[in-house]
């Protein structure tokens, strides 16, 4: 038997996965104490398999994340699989000044070592996977990204970045038809401003869709939403795999114009449209 042990972050997706038959819910218990260190425990937890769905969105969330882990062995577990939809600290894996840490793998390392197996969704950089001291599976929710859109008008599926490229190209391929193309992108790492140099790409009357793995600040994908919008574009949607929303992003994006915005389960938010359980669970079933 496999029993999956959803994080309070990740609840919704751990049951879509218990719906689409991975295995049945246990129900952890999540408390913290006056000096606010936080305890996470399965106290109804009694099977060999245990399947960890995490999304560390915070600090608390990777603390948990490691309780979990202990947990279940504690509790007898003799096989751990950790599902990590959204990896913070992922976008760090590499130190961009001296005397910083690589904190995509000090993260990483600490996580290896609860657990016999990683899936990973979507990770910003692919190579942290190689940061992991277990077997690693990098799982890719782009095509589910597809799903809400419906009668586009000519569409063009357009990558904040040349990064991002192969999301947006994954995106209509699975819509169906439509072109593709990217913005060039700038990054000031000292004051953390983003500079968007448009294509080449008519846009005129165009319906756009703008296709990202992560929406943190929103300042990227708002300001290629503006570009769009000045040139003329008819609707622009923006699509990603991880809605982080952090600050006023929502506010930025409905600024700058964007009909309709639409992310994963990666990360529990109210525009959380798609599952990306299908994908997980294939990866899960090929193990």
């Known amino acids: 038997m496999t029993t999956l042990v959803p994080s309070s972050t990740t609840q919704s997706l751990a049951a879509s996965l218990a719906a689409a038959g ?3 819910l246990t129900t952890p218990t999540y408390d913290r104490f006056a000096d606010g260190e936080t305890l996470a425990a399965v106290p109804e937890f009694d099977d060999d398999h245990a399947i960890i769905v995490a999304s560390t969105v915070d600090n608390d969330a990777h603390i948990e994340l490691l ?8 509790a007898g577990a003799s ?33 290896s070592t609860g657990t016999d ?17 277990v077997p690693t599976t990098i799982v890719s929710a782009a095509g589910l990204l ?20 192969e999301l947006a190209e994954t995106t209509r391929d699975a819509y169906g038809s439509g072109e593709t193309d ?21 846009v005129g009357g165009r319906d756009i869709v703008v296709v990202d ?28 795999v991880h809605p982080v ?18 992310g994963t389960d990666t990360i529990e938010r109210p525009i959380s449209d798609v599952s990306v359980a299908p994908a997980v669970a294939d990866a899960l079933d090929t193990e």
């Open 22 to 24: 991975v295995g049945s």
């Open 67 to 74: 309780q979990l882990q202990d947990a279940v062995r504690e």
């Open 79 to 111: 096989d751990v699989t950790t599902v990590i939809p959204y990896l913070g600290y992922g976008r760090q894996d590499t130190a961009f000044k001296a005397g910083q840490p690589i904190s995509a793998r000090a993260v990483a390392r600490a996580i």
């Open 117 to 133: 197996r990683v899936v990973l969704v979507d990770p910003h950089e692919p190579s942290v996977a190689d940061f992991f001291d």
């Open 146 to 165: 597809a799903e809400p859109l419906s009668d586009l008008d000519d569409p063009l599926f357009v990558a904040p970045d040349a990064g991002a490229i």
């Open 182 to 202: 990217y913005f060039e992108k700038e990054r000031d790492y000292d004051t953390g401003e983003v500079e968007l140099t448009p294509s080449d790409a008519a």
């Open 213 to 240: 793995d992560i929406i943190a600040t929103g300042g990227t994908m708002s300001g290629a939403i503006e570009v769009l919008n000045d040139r003329g574009a008819g609707r622009v949607f923006a699509v990603c």
């Open 245 to 262: 929303l952090a600050g006023a992003a929502r506010t930025k994006l409905a600024a700058a114009g964007v009909e309709r915005l639409v």
